[in-house]
């Protein structure tokens, strides 16, 4: 089977598994409504109430509405797509995923900014998004890094955090500039637990634990080959599984552990596998997510052996 004629069909942009987002320009306080300022978005998502104003025919008129009584089982979904809607502020920088650990900083007085935002706001999170390898554009997919004071490091005018991912998120219409004209925020939708967005069915299920299972087998063969070609030696993967811990059980965590190991932070000085990354945020269900990173896993061990190299 031709794994890398697999794998570019799936990167492929055709695949739509690419959504960019447009950024304003930086000078423009406009959000997409054309408003100056973002006090709207703070109020977009409020309380659900426990009855719904519903037009009768066309008559939108206040006398012409009647009352829609919500279930306690209607009124728990409304709740948890209100709580999965957060706005928060964004950095365009890398295609992190959950797990994956990253350095960064800036002398930049913006980025001290945004930090500052950060670390007063009640939860300290930053979306963190990568571009689109197609477009170069902002992909709309990422994950949230939580900044804390003891991430943070200032040396000589230099301030750097450090970063874990960890909840992926899609970003949900336009972004906008903060009233200091320095950082993006955006009205962000939660992906709860990296949970599948479109249910596997019982076929489906199968499918993707048969492939999970074939995966210790191909990790081997993929770790020795990396030692064998001489890319890195063992300690050197080791100390890459280590950041990430043991292999998951779970089918769509298992996935994001080999895709991790393919595409590090830092990455390895010899590429050994082509970026999965933002296709696999934009992955919808775990037979998804696993189908492209064991597809991926053998076409590295193909080029790193020399079967078929990938570039």
């Not at 053998?298 to 570039?311: A, C, P, W």
């Amino acid at each position: 089977m031709n794994y890398f004629l697999l794998l570019v069909a799936y990167l492929a942009p055709s695949c739509g598994a690419f959504t960019s987002i447009r950024l304003p320009a930086p000078s423009s306080l406009s959000n997409s409504h054309g408003e100056t300022s973002s006090s709207h978005h703070k109020e977009r998502y409020t309380s659900v109430n426990t009855r719904l104003n519903v037009a009768k025919d066309i008559d939108d008129s206040p006398d012409a509405a009647e009352f829609l009584q919500l279930s306690s089982s209607d009124l728990s979904r409304l709740a948890a797509v209100r709580d999965r809607r957060l706005e928060m502020p964004i950095l365009i920088l890398e295609p992190l995923l959950p797990g994956q650990r990253l350095q960064f900083g800036s002398p930049d007085p913006k980025f001290a900014k945004l930090i500052a935002h950060s670390l007063s706001s009640g939860s300290g999170e930053i979306g963190m998004l990568g571009l689109n390898p197609h477009t170069n554009r902002p992909l709309n997919m990422g994950v949230t890094v939580q900044i804390t004071p003891s991430s943070v490091r200032n040396a000589d005018g230099m301030l750097s955090v450090d970063v874990v991912g960890k909840n992926q998120f899609e970003v949900e219409g336009e972004p906008w500039m903060d009233d200091t004209d320095s950082f993006y925020i955006a009205d962000v939708e939660m992906v709860a637990d990296g949970s599948n967005e479109v249910e596997d069915g019982p076929e489906q299920i199968v499918q993707a634990s048969t492939l999970s299972a074939a995966v210790p087998r191909l990790m081997e063969s993929w770790m020795e080959w990396m030692i064998q070609s001489g890319v890195t030696g063992r300690s050197g993967i080791e100390a890459v599984m280590k950041k990430l811990g043991p292999m998951p059980d779970n089918v769509g965590d298992r996935a994001i552990w080999i895709a991790s190991l393919l595409n590090p932070v830092p990455a390895y000085e010899t590429t050994v596998c082509l970026e999965i990354r933002p296709a696999l945020l934009a992955c919808k269900t775990d037979l998804e997510r696993i189908n492209l990173t064991v597809i991926a896993l053998q076409s590295s061990i193909d080029h790193i052996s020399g079967k078929r190299r990938l570039f």
